[in-house]
Protein backbone atom coordinates (compact mmCIF):
# COMPACT_ATOMS: atom_id res chain seq x y z
CA UNK A 1 0.00 0.00 0.00
CA UNK A 2 1.39 3.45 -0.88
CA UNK A 3 0.10 6.49 0.33
CA UNK A 4 0.61 9.81 -1.64
CA UNK A 5 -0.11 13.32 0.02
CA UNK A 6 0.18 16.55 -1.94
CA UNK A 7 1.02 20.01 -0.87
CA UNK A 8 2.19 23.08 -2.20
CA UNK A 9 -1.25 24.55 -3.95
CA UNK A 10 -2.55 27.53 -4.00
CA UNK A 11 -3.78 31.11 -5.41
CA UNK A 12 -0.99 32.68 -7.95
CA UNK A 13 -1.20 35.10 -10.99
CA UNK A 14 -0.42 34.37 -14.25
CA UNK A 15 3.18 34.50 -14.80
CA UNK A 16 4.15 33.17 -11.31
CA UNK A 17 5.26 29.88 -9.85
CA UNK A 18 4.58 27.10 -7.56
CA UNK A 19 6.37 24.01 -6.19
CA UNK A 20 4.05 21.22 -5.52
CA UNK A 21 4.97 17.87 -3.63
CA UNK A 22 3.75 14.98 -3.20
CA UNK A 23 4.92 12.98 -0.01
CA UNK A 24 4.87 9.05 -0.30
CA UNK A 25 4.57 6.71 2.44
CA UNK A 26 4.48 2.82 2.89
CA UNK A 27 6.69 1.33 0.52
CA UNK A 28 9.63 3.26 -1.34
CA UNK A 29 9.52 5.60 -4.02
CA UNK A 30 11.60 3.61 -6.17
CA UNK A 31 9.33 0.56 -6.25
CA UNK A 32 7.31 2.93 -8.29
CA UNK A 33 7.07 5.48 -11.41
CA UNK A 34 5.89 8.65 -9.97
CA UNK A 35 3.81 11.12 -11.53
CA UNK A 36 1.15 14.30 -11.54
CA UNK A 37 -1.95 14.50 -13.38
CA UNK A 38 -4.70 17.79 -12.84
CA UNK A 39 -8.52 17.56 -13.36
CA UNK A 40 -10.20 21.25 -13.83
CA UNK A 41 -13.70 21.87 -13.25
CA UNK A 42 -15.83 20.46 -15.96
CA UNK A 43 -13.25 18.32 -17.58
CA UNK A 44 -11.87 15.23 -17.33
CA UNK A 45 -8.56 14.78 -15.77
CA UNK A 46 -5.32 14.94 -17.71
CA UNK A 47 -1.42 13.31 -17.71
CA UNK A 48 0.64 16.37 -16.35
CA UNK A 49 4.11 15.03 -16.01
CA UNK A 50 6.11 11.31 -15.24
CA UNK A 51 9.55 10.60 -14.12
CA UNK A 52 11.21 7.34 -13.96
CA UNK A 53 12.31 5.72 -11.29
CA UNK A 54 15.96 7.06 -11.44
CA UNK A 55 14.81 10.32 -12.29
CA UNK A 56 16.72 9.86 -15.52
CA UNK A 57 13.33 9.79 -18.04
CA UNK A 58 10.40 12.49 -17.55
CA UNK A 59 7.64 12.71 -20.00
CA UNK A 60 5.49 16.09 -20.08
CA UNK A 61 2.57 17.14 -21.12
CA UNK A 62 2.63 19.70 -24.80
CA UNK A 63 0.74 21.83 -22.50
CA UNK A 64 2.82 22.38 -19.94
CA UNK A 65 6.44 21.52 -21.88
CA UNK A 66 8.77 23.77 -21.12
CA UNK A 67 7.03 25.63 -18.14
CA UNK A 68 6.84 22.75 -15.86
CA UNK A 69 9.75 20.40 -14.21
CA UNK A 70 9.20 17.19 -12.19
CA UNK A 71 11.99 15.91 -10.18
CA UNK A 72 12.47 13.63 -7.58
CA UNK A 73 14.17 12.71 -4.01
CA UNK A 74 14.35 9.24 -3.69
CA UNK A 75 15.72 9.50 0.02
CA UNK A 76 13.17 11.56 0.83
CA UNK A 77 10.08 9.82 -0.62
CA UNK A 78 9.31 13.02 -2.19
CA UNK A 79 8.47 14.37 -6.08
CA UNK A 80 8.14 17.64 -7.03
CA UNK A 81 6.27 19.28 -9.91
CA UNK A 82 8.28 22.74 -10.50
CA UNK A 83 5.70 25.44 -12.15
CA UNK A 84 6.67 28.03 -13.71
CA UNK A 85 4.74 30.70 -16.36
CA UNK A 86 1.96 29.61 -14.97
CA UNK A 87 -1.78 30.24 -16.59
CA UNK A 88 -5.17 30.52 -16.20
CA UNK A 89 -5.68 27.28 -18.13
CA UNK A 90 -3.31 25.56 -15.63
CA UNK A 91 -6.10 26.14 -13.14
CA UNK A 92 -6.90 22.41 -11.66
CA UNK A 93 -6.90 20.10 -8.87
CA UNK A 94 -3.46 18.41 -9.01
CA UNK A 95 -3.05 15.03 -8.54
CA UNK A 96 0.14 12.69 -7.36
CA UNK A 97 0.19 9.15 -8.64
CA UNK A 98 1.85 6.31 -8.46
CA UNK A 99 2.50 3.39 -10.77
CA UNK A 100 4.43 0.08 -11.58
CA UNK A 101 3.94 0.61 -15.27
CA UNK A 102 5.71 3.50 -17.05
CA UNK A 103 3.77 2.58 -19.81
CA UNK A 104 0.54 3.76 -18.71
CA UNK A 105 2.09 7.31 -18.21
CA UNK A 106 3.34 7.35 -21.76
CA UNK A 107 0.23 6.64 -22.90
CA UNK A 108 -1.61 8.88 -20.53
CA UNK A 109 -3.92 6.28 -19.02
CA UNK A 110 -5.12 7.70 -15.43
CA UNK A 111 -7.08 4.85 -14.98
CA UNK A 112 -4.67 2.52 -14.92
CA UNK A 113 -2.53 4.40 -12.22
CA UNK A 114 -2.21 2.37 -8.82
CA UNK A 115 -2.41 5.16 -6.04
CA UNK A 116 -3.28 8.49 -6.31
CA UNK A 117 -3.32 10.98 -3.44
CA UNK A 118 -6.17 13.42 -2.46
CA UNK A 119 -5.05 16.45 -4.64
CA UNK A 120 -3.65 19.96 -4.22
CA UNK A 121 -5.77 23.11 -5.72
CA UNK A 122 -4.07 25.43 -7.76
CA UNK A 123 -5.32 28.70 -9.00
CA UNK A 124 -4.25 30.81 -11.24
CA UNK A 125 -5.70 34.49 -11.58
CA UNK A 126 -5.56 36.91 -14.99
Known amino acids: QVQLVESGGGLVQAGGSLRLSCAAS????????MGWFRQAPGKEREFVAAITRSGGTTDYADSVKGRFTISTDNAKNVVYLQMNSLKPEDSAVYYC???????????????????WGKGTLVTVSS
Open 97 to 115: TADENYRDYKLRRPNAMDY
Open 26 to 33: GRTLSSYY
